[in-house]
């Protein structure tokens, strides 16, 4: 487990000090996809570079299965590194290495017999479909197998903790979707706990178990993403979650309702089956729905009309199928 305790980051700068981090309590456990989701600036990549100690912290404590990081002797500290994979953005590999090389690289410096080498590289190749890329240069690759190689080469230690500082953000759509397909078989099929620092909702909603939300070196909520997402509290996460358009949307006037849909509910036809039900027409105004391992998750503003029966029986029939809703948008 991953466990941040009170930590804080400080810069000093020409104009004074500057709180990257403030206060961070954090429990990550063994085996989950965990997001940190914020704004530029927010603190994010901060965090995460120290959770490795990339960046130490200026208090707090950072433990991992038991052992405080910044207490450790410097041997001590690079044996457990070694549980800590990372991929970064613009997926930093060495232009003068091939990608089997790349990949090699943390196994020579871990001092890691030829044989066992090669054997983990070839292993390394096929989980992430390269293997017909091995000789091939970085200046040879697409953006998505440099990140491939990037992945490949994290996984070389066999580490028991996989950090993303906004590891597809520099990709195209189908791309991302991949390198998230294939983060997700890492966590299944190796355990791997992954941390993925981004500030794309999609990426979230696509591979994560739990997410926390950061604004302005804090953070303001965390939970678990069907929680976090159907229910958010801060005033931040709901600007990324829910988006504007729900704030904005003009009507007659007529009553809305904001529909929660947290996961309980599949492919039932909600709103076509109210209208009939009920013989109340119904408007949509917005529908933001997301499917999450066959779950719906997400938001729907509907207008229903002013006549409070017709109202009552609207409420009536989406707490008979188990929809939450709120009258306060």
């Known amino acids: 487990m991953i466990e941040l305790k009170n930590l804080c980051k400080e810069y000093a700068t020409n104009d004074g000090t500057l709180v990257a981090l403030k206060d961070i309590n954090l429990k990550i456990e063994d085996g989950s996809i965990y997001g940190i989701i914020g ?6 990549s ?13 208090s707090g404590d950072v433990i991992i299965n038991g052992e405080e990081l910044t207490k450790v002797k410097k041997k001590r500290l690079l044996e457990l590194r070694r549980d800590i994979g990372m991929i970064f953005q613009n997926f930093n590999l060495l232009e003068q290495r091939t990608v089997e090389a790349n990949i090699r690289f943390p196994l020579e ?13 070839k292993e390394l190749l096929k989980i992430v479909g390269l293997e017909d890329k091995a000789n091939a240069y970085p200046s040879q690759l697409s953006g998505g197998q440099k990140q491939r ?22 990709l195209d759509p189908n791309t991302t979707t991949a390198i998230l397909d294939l983060l997700k078989n890492i966590n299944h099929d190796l355990g791997i706990t992954i941390v993925i620092i981004t500030h794309e909702m999609r990426v979230v909603e696509s591979i994560c178990t739990h997410v926390a939300v ?24 709901k600007e990324l979650i829910i988006p504007n358009l729900i704030r904005s949307i003009k009507s007659s006037g007529n009553n809305k309702l904001r529909l929660v849909f947290d996961g309980k509910i599949t492919d039932k036809p909600i ?25 719906i998750y997400g938001h729907m503003v509907i207008e ?26």
């Open 39 to 44: 704004l530029s600036g927010a603190g994010k």
């Open 46 to 58: 901060t965090l995460v570079r120290c959770i490795n100690l990339l960046e130490r912290p200026t």
């Open 109 to 121: 410096l871990a001092k890691e017999p030829k044989d066992n080498a090669n054997k983990r590289i």
């Open 149 to 170: 190689v990037a992945i490949a080469r994290a996984l070389a230690t066999n580490p028991k903790y996989l950090l993303c500082d906004e590891a597809t953000s520099a």
């Open 214 to 237: 950061i604004d302005k070196s804090q953070i303001v909520e965390s939970g678990s993403v069907s929680e976090v997402f159907s229910f958010p509290r801060s005033q931040i996460a």
């Open 271 to 295: 709103i076509s089956g109210l209208a009939i039900e009920c013989g109340v027409a119904v408007n949509i105004l917005f529908a933001d729905t997301k499917n999450i391992d066959g779950k």
């Open 304 to 329: 229903v009309p002013l006549d409070s029966s017709q109202c009552e029986k609207v409420k009536d029939y989406l707490n008979t199928h188990n929809v939450i809703f709120k009258e306060e948008i």
